[in-house]
């Protein structure tokens, strides 16, 4: 009789045509090349170039990873990419069906001027879960860790919002950090903060690495608050089930031909979106490579034959973090190296 030393846990299980854990690794890979051949450009103050190699890149690695995905927030409308555009089929063809969403430079201008927290950015969820937000490009978003997830409400007001996260977490309202976009559009917001008594912490660009800064522990942030990019928020909310946390958003239409898109498309503009609101699927994925130096990862380091990069994945089903510090050989990846 053969002894059975362990047994899966059936929460941890996946079928036959579900994505599995052996696709994490594959989705470092396509973010490792987006940010290396991204960071060749890095301080060259050319963002659509750096942009540009990314693009080229992941969808090159795309093409080889083990399933059938359909980009379902890609480049697209807002950038007008040719390519890894909304619809487009990437993988092998074969495998499990999946929602990708893709960002192979967030912080394109971060890039072009060198400056911190730019990531090539990957998230892939089970087909039909990741929302889709009709061509509405920007968000008011909410964004706090697993203490406080089930307190908070973007349409609290502000003051009050701080307080339930000062309350769950147990300190005083004027030790909490909350990361904000450096936007005319927040100075309002910026003002609520600072009478409650918190305070803010400005990012220039990328507000997925804010997001996953607020969602985790030891950061020193505590919240993120304020309007940035839809396709962002349904990335950053892959990463947030596996972190646990929360992310909450409402549409903010920037136009009223916008506004009528999504009235179009059956959105209630008024409606809170929650964390599965974003991303329906228990079992999705999440990855990103540093290209600039930042809060959450180290970026592309390049030595005379080497090329160092440091990322991290992320599996909701498991809800395990990974980081991945890679040496790669610099004469495989001149293909992707910035021309003289």
């Given amino acids: ?188 917001l910026v003002e609520e903060i600072r009478e409650a008594g918190a305070r803010t912490k400005f990012i220039m660009d990328g507000d997925v690495a804010g997001a996953i800064a607020a969602a985790r522990t030891g950061t020193g942030v505590d919240a993120l608050m304020g309007i940035g990019g839809t396709p962002e928020g349904i990335v950053a909310a892959c990463a947030i089930k596996s972190l646990g946390g929360v992310i909450q958003g409402r549409l903010w239409p920037t136009s009223d031909d916008e506004k009528q898109k999504a009235i179009d498309a059956g959105h209630d503009l008024d409606r809170v979106l929650s964390t599965n609101d974003l991303v329906t699927s228990d079992n999705c994925y999440f990855a990103a490579t540093g290209i600039t130096d930042g809060d959450l990862l180290h970026g592309v380091r390049y030595q005379k034959d080497r090329v160092l990069t440091q990322s991290i994945v992320m599996r909701s089903k498991s809800g395990t973090v990974r980081f991945v510090d890679a040496e790669h050989h610099a004469s495989k990846w001149e293909t992707y190296a910035r021309k003289a």
């Fill in 1 to 188: 009789m053969t002894q059975q030393y362990s047994t899966i846990s059936p929460s941890l299980a996946v079928g036959i045509d579900e994505p599995d854990r052996n696709l994490a690794l594959e989705l470092v890979r396509v973010t490792e090349a987006a940010a290396i051949a991204g960071g060749h450009w890095v301080g060259f103050g050319d963002k659509n170039k750096a942009d540009g190699a990314a693009v080229d890149a992941m969808r090159s690695f795309l093409h080889t990873v083990h399933f059938n995905g359909v980009v379902v927030i890609g480049e697209g409308e807002k950038d007008e990419a040719p390519m890894l555009f909304n619809g487009e089929q990437v993988g092998d063809g074969t495998g499990p069906e999946c929602d990708v969403a893709v960002d192979p430079i967030d912080g394109t201008r971060l890039t072009a001027l060198g400056i911190n927290n730019a990531l090539a950015v990957l998230a892939v969820a089970e087909r039909g879960s990741m929302f889709d937000p009709s061509a509405v490009f920007y968000m008011e978003k909410l964004v706090t860790g697993p203490e406080a997830a089930d307190m908070v409400d973007l349409r609290l007001p502000v003051k009050q919002n701080l307080h339930l996260i000062a309350k769950a977490k147990g300190v005083k309202v004027n030790q909490l950090n909350v990361m904000i976009l450096d936007r005319d559009r927040h100075r309002p």
